[in-house]
């Protein structure tokens, strides 16, 4: 079973930054893609950033530039790097791997992490 640990978040002032860090465990043959997710109260989970095939990364346009993911694949932990946070980044950020194990594919979430950012 592929669990995701994640580290990182809490409080932060606007222009601040953060780095949230999760890490993959199990029986992991390989992963497809991972990254970063959000919600806010009352609002849908959104992408952040993600690595998908190969090395290419998609990042929502509100974070372009300012956020940046990065990757260990010996150690299958991705990296979300937050510069000049907003307050509109305060939400619950949450790690997504999609790989395959040696008894099949997987798809699972992180527990989630806090970032909230004062004005």
């Known amino acids: 079973q592929v669990q995701l640990v994640e580290s990182g978040g809490g409080l932060v002032q606007a222009g601040g930054s953060q780095r949230l860090s999760c890490a993959a465990s199990g029986r992991i043959f390989s992963i497809n893609a991972m990254g970063w997710y959000r919600q806010s109260p009352g609002k849908q989970r959104d992408l952040v950033a993600v690595f998908t095939s190969g090395d290419t990364t998609n990042y929502a346009d509100s974070v372009k530039g300012r956020f940046t993911i990065s990757r260990d694949n010996a150690k299958n932990t991705v990296y979300l790097q937050m510069n000049s946070l907003k307050p509109e980044d305060t939400a619950v950020y949450y790690c997504?791997?999609?790989?395959?194990?040696?008894?099949?594919?997987?798809?699972?979430w992180g527990q989630g992490t806090q970032v909230t950012v004062s004005s």
């Open positions: 997504n791997a999609i790989g395959t194990t040696n008894t099949g594919m997987f798809k699972v």
